[in-house]
């Protein structure tokens, strides 16, 4: 099972950046998959995640309304869209999976994990 996780980049505050979380080894559909990230200074964070079987989200208060949590089943992958994009927003970002259905921000309620992507945002 791999997860990969791209699309970072440096973006000015305001800004909107779309990352991916694409799957090889595992079929994504049947997958909760979470999003979560490690701002310098800070404990890694969930910053929200997609339930199996029926796609129910879950976002903290601190981007509800700004991120955004897909699928794409057709190229098993997952993204999340990020707007109006603050600098404690920087961080390494990283997808999580589990097979079981779970709306949890918890990291240890996830069993894969894949390399993380740098989000970088100016003030």
């Known amino acids: 099972v791999q997860l990969q996780a791209s699309g970072g980049g440096l973006v000015p505050s305001g800004g909107s950046l779309r990352l991916s979380c694409a799957a090889s080894g595992i079929t994504l559909k049947d997958y909760s998959v979470g999003w979560f990230r490690r701002v310098p200074g800070k404990q890694s964070e969930g910053v929200g995640c997609i339930s199996s079987k029926n796609d129910n989200t879950y976002y903290p208060d601190l981007v509800k309304g700004r991120f955004i949590i897909s699928r794409v089943n057709s190229k098993n992958t997952v993204y999340l869209q990020m707007h109006s994009l603050e600098p404690e927003d920087t961080g390494v970002y990283y997808c999580?999976?589990?097979?079981?259905?779970?709306?949890?921000?918890?990291?240890?309620?996830?069993?894969?994990w894949g390399q993380g992507t740098l989000v970088t945002v100016s003030s």
């Open positions: 999580a999976a589990t097979r079981r259905t779970i709306r949890s921000p918890v990291r240890s309620d996830y069993d894969y």
